[in-house]
């Protein structure tokens, strides 16, 4: 039985729609019997597309994923961050790599168009996990932000954690740290940080979480198509897989049963808290 979940995971949750899978939300009942598909190598330049079993990735290098225009990817990595594509969304995960003993490492994300969500996992504790576009790179820390780029704009919107930053081609960096705030970007420079509407993160939302067959009534709990987890890497299912081990943020001891009761309340009173956007 996993341990009960703290009032953040909750208030993240409500950003998110389903801020986690729902395989990196518990641990495994026998991780010696979790059914496992695995991979064993993951081949630079070779495209994964949409699939309805969410991929595990132990280490990767150039891996590409793309979806389609009525689908959304799932992605979990051993340091137990977490990506989600949107439709029509391609990425390249340029570089991953992760120390089990000391919880850190790098993950860089090429995005060339679309819309992905980041989930922060232990390395995004040490350093940003980033996401670099045509116009500018996006930095997560210790939290969850939505990316989205066209090619020649892109947005960054921070739900949750300890910060996001948007650093563009001059070096020029701004950094937000008010969830619900968001910037964009473009070849003529930053906008101002402002406060994200509810009506366009619910936009966001529905694209990220829609089920393939874009009905809201079929939509799975906890954000993850049913089915086997895809592991790409050399390590088989088991010990190794999510839920033996879990990032400090992900699952605690306290429990505020009241914060879900109403999703929608709940994400506007997160829009309104936080702390200050800065930018330097």
């Known amino acids: 039985m996993s341990p009960p979940i703290n009032k953040d995971w909750w208030l993240a949750a409500a950003l998110t729609g389903a801020a986690l899978p729902t395989a990196m939300g518990q641990a495994p009942a026998n991780p010696a019997t979790r059914q496992t598909a695995v991979l064993t190598t993951v081949t630079q330049g070779t495209p994964t597309t ?3 079993t969410p991929i595990y990735i132990e280490s990767a290098s150039g891996q590409k994923l793309t979806t389609g225009p009525k689908q959304s990817l799932h992605v979990l990595f051993s340091d137990q961050s977490a990506l989600t594509l949107g439709p029509n969304s ?6 991953y790599r992760f120390n089990r003993q000391t919880k850190d490492g790098n993950l860089l994300i090429d995005m060339t168009k679309g819309l992905l969500r980041v989930v922060g996992g232990f390395i995004s504790k040490k350093s940003e996990t980033l996401v670099r576009t045509n116009t500018a790179t996006i930095g997560i820390r210790g939290g969850i932000s939505n990316v989205e780029t066209d090619g020649q704009k892109a947005s960054g919107t921070f739900l949750f954690g300890q910060g996001m930053s ?45 089920p393939p067959n874009n ?29 033996g081990s879990l990032s400090p943020d992900r699952l605690k001891n ?20 936080g702390n200050v956007p800065t930018s330097s």
């Not at 306290?254 to 808290?273: E, F, K, Y």
Request: proline share 8%; charged share 15%.
């Open 50 to 52: 949409s699939t309805s």
């Open 90 to 95: 391609e990425i390249v995960i340029a570089e």
């Open 215 to 243: 009905n809201p009534g079929t939509q799975q709990p906890g954000g993850a198509p049913p089915g086997q987890l895809l592991s790409t890497g050399n390590v088989p299912g088991g010990a190794n897989t999510p839920g």
């Open 254 to 273: 306290a429990v505020d049963t009241n914060v879900g009761s109403n999703p929608s309340q709940t994400l506007r009173n997160i829009l309104a808290a």
């Open 166 to 210: 948007l650093t563009d081609s001059q070096g020029n960096r701004q950094t937000i740290t008010r969830a619900g705030f968001g910037a964009d970007i473009s070849g003529s420079g930053f906008s101002e940080p402002r406060r994200i509407t509810v009506g366009e993160l619910s936009n966001q939302l529905r694209r990220l979480e829609s």
